[in-house]
């Protein structure tokens, strides 16, 4: 609740506007509603999911074209041209995400610039509908909305309701693993976020916003050219998410508030409003990169406790998925180029035990990982679970088998509390469907109550309850190792795959690791343990295989390795 104080803060100063100004502010304030209802979608593709929309004023476009056709040149009710403007939107807003598919970064920020240019030849070259370059009358909507002020209101209304949309997307498992396909999207493909899915459906959502948008400045414009949609205003939109924040809906909205209202103040400046908007951006992002939004976040400005321990309590692992089987590598045969990194390998993994992988640098341990989780696929010889052969190249189907993992280099969505991150882990444990979360329905509501109580019971497992609410990027290495062990016990895993969790850890902290390890394996998890120190790995594992340049160098119970001549002369360095 005390996050939305904000919000209602603005919504309530916005209700007071009438009271105290003239009609002109009426038009700037309903501008700034129009814009918000655009960027409040867009943020979720942009802040959320990291993708680089910069041409987002064509959805404006085709909205703000849909509905004044409509009306002017068949009739229809201006306030169901909207709703068809949303629709148009929505299908479009999927046509120009689909590229991100595919490509990264600024190549898809060039397909939707492309798309933009399109849109707006076609708006000028198809004049028996749009007008051309005369342009074409906007809806006029009854009374009382044919006022300034009742325009501005009614803008207003649909601003705020699409704040209350956008935040409870974002305070969904959907918005969480946006951010995760953002900031780490190896470790979301490995709980199983399915990153097409998750962005057709953002797409389709902030399309619709966009087409509504457009409908409603066709109005506020009350005449559209082709000229009215420019690039200047694509830039704007984007600019205002990014001054925001990423991650942040308040920050954004403040962005957008600011960018608005700019030209007004700056009115004698106007030839130097690109220049303005171009200086802003620079300062705030070289003052405070994470935006407006880090600039308010004053929660995670307390400093941290420095000498805090991680106190994990092994107890509390409970509840683990039943596992179908063993998981058996036969004769499995991976070659990079003409490194063969593993070469002909099998293994045997078996729930209640812990299994130790060893072996020089590059031997093949994380490779081997990378085949059972299911990013690389073997040339040679298969990966089985039980009877049945894992899916190749499908680290996303491997959570609902429930293999878990956690990486050499924590792999962690920095901008979003321990918690959250730790939430991600069973993401596809949710049963609301995007839909319900976007009208916080009650089967999301009891999402979230559920995923929340089971991450904190992951944290406390490792240790980590404390910090369930800072910053993941403020944690130590140590503590984000454990972060993902807690980001994979959620998933209640069959098997937990760890690549080497004990790196830059602690003698302590490795001695609390091996307890938690061997708490797994006592519970049921099967535990392969990829690990450079040789006595967490003789203390714990059951069973251990040492590598060589891909191959079985040894394998056998902790006292036959110790035993083996050629591990101890060429590993064990003793
Ligand atoms: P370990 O985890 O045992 O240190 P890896 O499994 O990471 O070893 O690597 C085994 C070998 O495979 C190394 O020679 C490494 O250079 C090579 N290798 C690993 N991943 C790739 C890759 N994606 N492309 C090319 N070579 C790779
Ligand atoms: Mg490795």
Redesign the pocket.
Known sequence: MRRALPFFGLFGAALLLPLFSNDYWAVIGARAAVYWILVGGLNLVVGYGGQLAIGYVALLTLGAYTSAVLVAKFGVDPFVSYGAAGLVGAVAGVVVGLPALRLRTFYFAMTTLGFATIVTQVALAWQSVTGGGIGIGGPELPKPFDSPWGFYLFALALAAFVTWLSSNVAQSRFGRALVAVRDAEVAAEAVGISKPHLLTTVFLFAGACAGVAGGLFATLQSYITPEAFSFDLSVTFFIAILVGGRGSILGPLIGNIILTLLPEFAAPLVAWSTFLYAALLLGIVLAMPGGIAAMIDFKNRRPLASNRAILPNPALISGHGTARGDIVLKNVVLA??G?R?IDGLDMTIRPGEVHGLI?P????????LNVISGYYAPQEGEAFLGASPLPHGAPRARAALGIARTFQTPRLIGEASVLENVMIGATIEGNASFVESVFSLPRHHRDEKHLTAKAMQALATVGLERLAEVRADRLQHSELRFMEIARALILNPAFILLDEPAAGLSGDEIKRLGELIKAMAAQGIGVLL?EHHADLIFDICDHVTV?NL?KELASGSPADIRAHKEVVSAYLGG
């Open positions: 990079f180029g490194v990194a072996g640098n590059g031997s093949g341990k994380t490779t081997t990829v590598l891909g």
